[in-house]
């Protein structure tokens, strides 16, 4: 499967926003599903957000409405905006080439590195 790599975290104050990327020097074109997951200090990780490759998205309950996720196969990219960020939403976010459907996603094997959001006033 494809490895990724993501970007664009930051420091921000409560209510700002983010926009995170995850792309690769390969193709995503054939890959069925990207999520993300998040992971704060002293915690286990966490699904955020999946899209599929025909663009159906799905969202942790906790982002919902507050964060979108989008796919550019032509370059090879899957955004994660994050809006009206919270204390909260500070961790590690990831990105990850899997599988998924509507109301599922289950990730491969490889993680990258993650990009730091921090969230606080």
């Known amino acids: 499967q494809v490895q990724l790599v993501e970007s664009g975290g930051g420091s921000v104050q409560p209510g700002g926003s983010l926009r995170l990327s995850c792309t690769t020097s390969g193709s995503i074109a054939s890959v069925a599903a990207i999520g993300w997951y998040r992971q704060a200090p002293g915690q286990s990780r966490e699904w955020v957000a999946a899209?599929?490759?025909?663009?159906?998205?799905q969202f942790a309950d906790s982002v919902k409405g507050r964060f979108t996720i989008s796919r550019d196969d032509a370059k090879n990219s899957v955004y994660l905006q994050m809006n009206n960020l919270k204390v909260e939403d500070s961790a590690n976010y990831y990105c990850?080439?899997?599988?998924?459907?509507?109301?599922?996603?289950?990730?491969?094997?490889?993680w990258g590195q993650g990009t730091r959001v921090t969230v606080s006033s």
């Open positions: 899209v599929t490759r025909n663009l159906v998205t």
């Open positions: 990850i080439a899997g599988e998924g459907g509507s109301t599922w996603f289950r990730p491969g094997a490889y």
